[in-house]
């Protein structure tokens, strides 16, 4: 393996627990080097779930949170002035086709569609990735997978995925853990006991239920975790639950205090 892919590799066994049969399907596409989308909510595991999957794959892990900022050249790479003189570094995505990473673009959707459109050519039966400024062709290694994750809650009519852009992926859909393996995963993650972990699940659970009807998205696994942490550090629960899974998802007075409801019902 090449050495300036060799540091992408997850070197510790991720923390992940399965919710389906989430695992066994991404390996058979990986199997195939099928591109795949990763949809659900944030904060509900994608990301730790494409870091166990690389590391149970054993291939490296190029990540790139995509912004509507970002250009094909952030994706394929640039000429840089250095005290050479001018030098090409390959971006993250040239660096995954060339030497065999799987790339992840988190929160794909973000990036405009003139920049995502750079992906077609790899991912179809060609793979390959034209250096245009530099006139080169890639052709994808063998390993190389491209993987994007995408929130399907977020989506509106200028701000989606392109049908020809969507159709040359699979996807597998992502939704928040069943209660006792969500209930875990806050007792793992945060250090929390099962007790509390629970209560906060239960906070979680409601929250969810006003997705749609005030809230544009419930309270995330990942705000739980946020919330055990300052418990497990003794900061009150109610207050730590405030903090970190009230106040950040709502501005709206009446949501505020359906949410405290919620963390007083338990707390
Ligand atoms: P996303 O990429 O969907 O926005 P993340 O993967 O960052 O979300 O998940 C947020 C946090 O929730 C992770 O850092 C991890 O601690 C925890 N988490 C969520 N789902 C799981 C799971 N199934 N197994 C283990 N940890 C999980």
């Not at 809650?153 to 969500?182: C, V």
């Not at 993650?189 to 699940?201: M, N, P, R, Y």
Request: a negative charge; one cysteine or more.
């Amino acid at each position: 393996m090449n050495e300036q892919i060799r540091g992408y590799l997850v070197e510790a066994k991720p923390y992940y627990k399965p919710v389906a049969n989430e695992v066994e399907l991404f390996r058979a596409a990986y199997g195939r080097r099928m591109p795949m989308i990763l949809k659900g909510p944030t904060g509900c595991g994608k990301t730790r779930f494409m870091e166990f999957m690389a590391w149970s794959l054993n291939k490296p892990l190029i990540t790139l949170a995509c912004n509507e900022d970002m250009t094909a050249s952030d994706l394929v790479g640039r000429y840089l002035l250095d005290a050479d003189g001018t030098r090409w570094h390959d971006g993250p995505l040239t660096v995954a086709a060339r030497h065999g990473g799987i790339c992840y673009l988190d929160e794909v959707v973000e990036a405009r569609q003139d920049t995502t459109v750079i992906i077609h050519p790899l991912t179809d039966d060609r793979r390959i990735l034209p250096l245009d400024k530099r006139g080169e062709l890639v052709h994808a290694h063998p390993d190389f997978q491209l993987v994007v994750s995408y929130n399907p809650g977020y989506q509106s009519a200028t701000k989606d995925l392109k049908q020809s852009t969507k159709q040359r992926f699979g996807a597998i859909e992502f939704h928040y853990p069943k209660q006792a393996e969500e209930t875990a995963i806050v007792a793992h993650e945060s250090g929390v006991g099962d007790d509390i972990a629970a209560k906060l699940v239960g906070i979680a659970h409601r929250s969810r239920g006003l997705r749609g009807r005030g809230l544009e998205e419930g309270i995330s696994t990942r705000m739980l975790i946020h919330a055990g942490l300052l418990i497990a550090d003794g900061i009150k629960p109610r207050e730590a639950c405030a903090l970190a899974m009230a106040k950040p998802i709502t501005d709206d007075e009446d949501m505020t205090q359906a949410l405290n409801g919620f963390i007083e019902a338990y707390f």
